[in-house]
């Protein structure tokens, strides 16, 4: 258990730049989960940590000490990779008690601590099976327990589940969480999946091109997104993000010209000024008490699609396309749907969010 802290940290391979004065101090036994598309930087951030890669600026400190010049086995920190990395020939119990033999512990003691991780994550049973005679989620625990067994300051996991399919997923993500919580270990936590990413982490670190764009809880995230990537990036159907012109305190969006929110005319002047509208997909709905301050999306060669639990309408607001979610099943397209402007998020033209 350990805090952890990246100062102005970057990483250039050649004259691609991988990570881009990163900063960022995690609390001791806090969840992060780090949340980007590919390429963003996120793996190599965990590299780095790991002592895989070597920085080309800042420090990292883990419990209070630099650890960027410590070789990776002096570091006290352990990761799980995407794809397991067990050895084959080895049963359970031995791949578990592999980095105890590296420290060359006791056999009796070796066996105690790799049979109580084996515990720890559901896994006594199999203890004497390798990895072949195992299921996908099966062999993820095992590189867990391996990883756990270990005792690390901080514990990083690179994509651990995306070798899964959806139900396995969701069964050993929350085996991930439930340990991590029961043992208290600072984790870093890389993933592109949103699902993951919300429900596992203390905070999201949301990342693109090597930067962070925003630090914060999983629910503040998704209510006030910083910017439009992160408004586009965070939702499964993602935030409707429209086109918008305004001026002398009045919004066209789409042709449909609407008075804009008192917060928001009191944070611009007078002039015309193009702005992004976001909008959830599910501020949508059939009808609204007060129209006249109401954003009106026209189904007009609208397409549904009924997921069960919930009902996607695909309309428009003008020329732009939008995504709008309803509860339950719906057995045809409602003659209109309409949002309050109250609830949009209004973005600059630079993209950073203006709204409070």
């Known amino acids: 258990m350990a805090t952890v802290a990246y100062e102005h940290v970057s990483k250039r ?36 940590t790991a002592g895989l890669e070597r920085l080309s600026a800042g420090t990292i400190c883990v419990g209070g000490g630099r650890i960027d ?12 990779f995407q794809n397991y990395a067990l050895y084959p020939h080895m049963t359970v119990r031995r791949n578990i008690e592999f980095p105890l033999r590296m420290r060359r512990l006791a056999r ?19 203890l004497e099976r390798r990895p072949a005679e195992l299921s996908g989620g ?16 901080l514990f990083l996991m690179d994509e651990p589940l995306s070798n ?35 429900t596992l982490g203390d905070r999201i670190v949301v990342m693109q091109r090597g930067r962070i764009q925003q630090v914060d809880a999983p629910v503040a995230i998704y209510e006030r997104p910083a910017n439009t990537f992160v408004a ?21 969006i789409g042709g449909q010209r609407l008075p804009a929110p008192p917060g928001l005319r009191d944070r611009l002047t007078r002039q015309t000024r193009e702005l992004t509208i976001g909008i959830r997909p599910e501020a949508f709905v059939p009808t609204l008490p007060d129209m006249t301050r109401a954003l009106i999306a026209v189904p007009h060669a609208a397409t549904m699609e009924i997921t069960g639990a919930e009902t ?15 509860g339950g099943v719906r057995r045809e397209i409602p003659d209109r749907l309409a949002t309050s402007l109250d609830q949009a998020h209004v973005f600059g033209d630079t993209g950073e969010r203006l709204t409070p």
């Open 69 to 80: 010049d410590l070789s990776p086995s002096e570091r006290n920190v352990a990761m799980v």
């Open 312 to 326: 996607l309408v695909r309309g428009h607001v003008g020329p732009c396309e939008v995504t709008m979610r309803l």
């Open 13 to 48: 391979f050649g004259e691609t730049v991988a990570l881009v004065d990163f900063s960022l101090e995690i609390a001791d036994g806090e969840f992060i989960t780090v949340l980007g598309p590919s390429g963003c930087g996120k793996s190599t951030l965990l590299r780095l």
């Open 232 to 252: 586009g990036f965070i939702g499964s159907p993602p935030m409707n993000l429209l086109p918008s012109v305004y001026s002398d305190g009045v919004l066209d």
């Open 164 to 198: 899964l399919d959806a139900r396995l997923r969701a069964g050993v993500r929350q085996y991930i969480r439930d340990v991590q919580r029961r043992l208290h270990v600072t984790t870093l936590y890389v993933t592109h999946d949103q699902t993951e990413a919300m």
């Open 108 to 126: 009796g003691e070796r066996r105690r601590q790799a049979e109580q991780a084996a515990a720890l994550l559901e896994l006594s049973d199999y």
């Open 138 to 153: 099966q062999r993820q625990r095992v590189a867990l327990a391996r990883a756990l067994v270990r005792q690390p300051a």
